[in-house]
């Protein structure tokens, strides 16, 4: 079940990234959550410089037409364009390099040295995993293990 969801998310990714980039945006992350009649696709989009709402509004009619051609989602859902925002997701390999040094939070699959929820300073990245500082202690965590992860700032020093 869960490499049928993960090839789905695949496909759909690859349907909007290439859209969402002829337009200068990038697609940083996808999420479609809930069931049936409360489903939501929720699209994070980012460039250089950021996003503003009118960017949003207007990826938001592209892929709208798009998903309307090609009908990949079955049923009803509601389509969401965000920015990243302060606690930006990170999906692809390339997001967690640039967050080498920053403060992430990391939910796991499969609990990783006895934590499903690991938030610390990301140290290094590698091909397939990446390992976090957590009061001290280093937690190896691999990419395939991650359900979710974001930027996870301490608001203290952000304000």
Do not use: W
């Not at 697609?27 to 009118?54: F, N, Q, W």
């Not at 202690?137 to 990419?143: C, D, F, G, R, Y």
Request: aromatic residues 6%.
């Amino acid at each position: 079940m869960i490499n049928e969801a993960s090839d789905f998310r695949h496909k759909l990714y690859e349907l909007l990234d290439e859209t969402i980039d002829s337009y200068g945006y990038e697609l940083v992350h996808l999420e479609l959550m809930g069931r049936e009649k409360s489903r939501v696709l929720r699209l994070y989009i980012d460039a250089p410089g950021g996003v503003t709402l009118d960017d949003c509004v207007f990826i938001s009619q592209q892929v709208s037409s798009l998903l309307d051609v090609e009908d990949p989602i079955e049923g009803n859902y509601s389509l969401e364009v965000s920015s990243p925002g302060i606690e930006r997701p990170l999906a692809k390999k390339e997001h967690f390099e640039e967050a080498i040094g920053e403060r992430i939070e990391v939910a796991t699959l499969v609990k990783c040295d006895g934590r499903r929820k690991i938030l610390g300073q990301l140290l290094t990245v590698a091909d397939h995993s990446l390992e976090v500082d957590v009061e001290g202690a280093t937690i190896k965590i691999n990419m395939n293990n991650i359900r979710r992860a974001r930027l996870k700032p301490n608001l203290d020093e952000v304000i």
